[in-house]
């Protein structure tokens, strides 16, 4: 039941990084909300929208470091709608695409409270694109699977086919994989996806900070390790790679 005196949540994507890339909506809401409650991943131009007296509740999320585990973040969404506020959560990328939107919505859901989701242009499609990247291309790709990398702990069995992706021949954007992308580089070449497939791995995609590195399957592991990447990237696995090279348009520096 809707608890009628609580404000209302949006769920909004703040895109992959480049300020200029969040919906005009999503913008819309940050400069109007009550509280704003952002992630790590969010660009640190996007807190000078709000209002004066807006409510500023940092809880990120990055390797090794929880600003508030999940559940407490879910508790104060809960709560400042409860006050009657309106609230933004402000999630990197798209909050329905590896962003634990879902799991919020429930738990708004569960407690009555009204929410709305802002969809926005998520890391694998932002960073493929500021790479030049297509991720289908008519000759090579038609179609792109999105995979995380690093799946909840506690599952007794893993979600994801690798040998099931690795036959697929789709562009595959794998999220959240740093930590494991030598193993899971030498899962798809032993499930059959060839040694010599291109890939690209881009970190801090769509900002000033993006950096790359391209090579093959067999090999973009420890080229990224050589050139000192990590989180946050996205790993681009398929024929299309190769085009990272010949239609990189995005300059970091200018």
């Known amino acids: 039941m809707l608890n009628e ?17 969040i ?11 009550d509280a704003l409650v952002y992630d790590y991943l969010v660009n640190e131009e996007m807190k000078t929208w709000v209002k004066p007296g807006c409510e500023l509740h940092y809880v990120g999320k990055r390797a090794g470091f929880h600003a508030l585990p999940q559940a407490l973040i879910e508790s104060l969404l809960v709560e400042l709608a409860g006050k009657g506020l309106q609230v933004v959560r402000l ?28 969809p926005a242009v998520t890391a ?9 990247i297509p991720l289908t291309h008519r000759d090579w790709s038609s179609a792109v699977t999105f995979i995380s990398g690093h799946e909840h702990p506690d599952k007794e069995l893993e979600m994801v086919n690798w040998e099931a992706h690795a036959r697929s021949g789709a562009t595959l954007v794998l999220y959240m994989s740093m930590g494991r992308l030598s193993e899971i580089c030498l899962r798809l070449i032993e499930s059959g996806r060839d040694a010599a497939t291109p890939a690209c791995v ?11 590195v391209q090579g093959k399957l067999k090999e973009i592991a420890w080229k990224v390790k050589e050139a000192g990447l990590g989180p946050p990237s996205v790993v681009i696995i398929g024929e299309v790679a190769i085009l ?4 990189d348009w995005f300059d970091p520096s200018i």
């Open 23 to 33: 919906t005009v909506k999503g913008k819309r809401l940050i400069e109007s909300c």
């Open 124 to 132: 694998a499609l932002g960073c493929a694109a500021y790479c030049g």
């Open 5 to 21: 005196r609580a404000g209302k949540v949006y769920l909004v994507g703040a895109g992959p990084g480049d300020p200029d890339l």
């Open 202 to 212: 881009v970190q801090w995609g769509t900002t000033s900070r993006q950096k790359s």
């Open 244 to 247: 990272g090279g010949l239609l």
């Open 91 to 118: 999630k990197g990328g798209d909050p329905f695409v590896f962003g634990r939107g879902g799991e919020e919505a429930q738990a708004l859901h569960r407690e009555g409270i009204e929410f709305e989701v802002v």
